[in-house]
């Protein structure tokens, strides 16, 4: 049996990026015995995704990938790592800062069908993150069994109060400062990184401009991260993503290198593979209800639709 330290550096390895030694706790005492991964899905409504199968807790099996499918609008700071099979509904780890030292992640639900409140929180930490996940459903008054964990948690595990479906707003950091987007995951970093005003149409809930705008917007981006304020730049590029179908390729395109170099620029370089892992690969459209996607290399941006 591995240990937790030994499965917290495979998964640093399959996320590219460290997490909690409580995750790694939780994948080695669930996923080691068969019974307590059915009750940890029993009382949770989730289940380990993707590749996170055994696997990643015995040291001496290859590596799994990360998987490769990602919805529209995922955020490229999710670690996810549990779903329900239901919707792409998933449960995952915000990284926000991946240059500050940390005990816990906070935890958030991305629900892409929930058209508006994709991305809301659960928790500040593993814990209460799966206990307000055990309340998600309502179970027409079935009692939930409490979910014993003793390698991972002191006391049993029991449903909190269902999540308010808002968004996660990190606690207050000296010399920190976050903004809100419209994909209600945010922007936070250092107060110097951050121009005078990133919002450019009124404010959150923010609302995309009509397509004649959209040249405005990217020039936005543009500027601050010239001038050296990639925060405000992320903020506005995130903006950019929000209704894709209004977004030609071409403005798309060069959002997401935007996107990339100010978070090289704020020294994340996890966050910036991330947004050409999970950002940059496809262009989702959106007509009336109908959903397709566009896939295109950042290499064929300079081509509009209107040229096609």
């Not at 989730?46 to 799994?64: K, M, N, W």
């Not at 419209?182 to 450019?200: I, M």
Request: with cysteine; aromatic share 10%; net charge negative.
């Amino acid at each position: 049996m591995s240990s937790a330290e030994d499965v917290r550096e495979r998964l640093k390895a399959y996320y590219g990026t460290d997490v909690p030694l409580s995750l790694a706790r939780l994948l080695t005492a669930v996923l080691a015995d068969e019974i307590v991964e059915q009750a940890f899905q029993e009382s949770t409504v989730f289940y380990f995704t993707g590749t996170l199968d055994r696997s990643v807790i015995d040291c001496a099996a290859p590596l799994p990938p990360r998987p490769t499918l990602r919805y529209h609008n995922e955020p490229p700071e999710l670690l996810r790592f549990a779903a329900t099979g239901m919707d792409g509904e998933q449960m995952g780890l915000l990284q926000l800062a991946e240059e500050l030292p940390f005990d816990e992640l906070p935890v958030v639900g991305y629900f892409p069908m929930e058209f508006g409140r994709e991305t809301f929180a659960l928790g500040d930490d593993l814990e209460s993150g799966i206990r307000a996940a055990m309340s998600i459903y309502d179970r027409q008054g079935e009692e939930i069994t409490p979910l014993s964990l003793p390698e991972v948690f002191p006391t049993p595990l029991r449903p909190a109060a269902s999540p308010a479906w808002a968004p996660h707003t990190p606690p207050a950091r000296k010399g920190y400062r976050f903004e809100m987007t419209s994909d209600r995951v945010g922007v936070f970093a250092p107060e110097e990184a951050f121009g005078a005003v990133h919002r450019p149409f009124g404010g959150w809930p923010y609302r995309m401009p009509r397509a004649g705008q959209l040249e405005d917007l990217l020039a936005r981006a543009e500027g601050f991260l010239t001038e050296g304020f990639p925060a405000s730049a992320i903020a506005v590029a995130r903006e950019l993503r929000v209704e894709a179908s209004q977004v030609n390729r071409e403005i798309f395109g060069r959002s997401v290198q935007i996107w990339r170099d100010a978070a090289m620029q704020l020294g994340r370089t996890w966050l910036a593979a991330m947004v050409d892992e999970i950002v940059a690969p496809d262009l989702t459209v959106r007509s009336g209800t109908a959903y397709g996607t566009i896939s295109f290399s950042i290499a064929e941006s300079a081509t509009t639709d209107d040229d096609e």
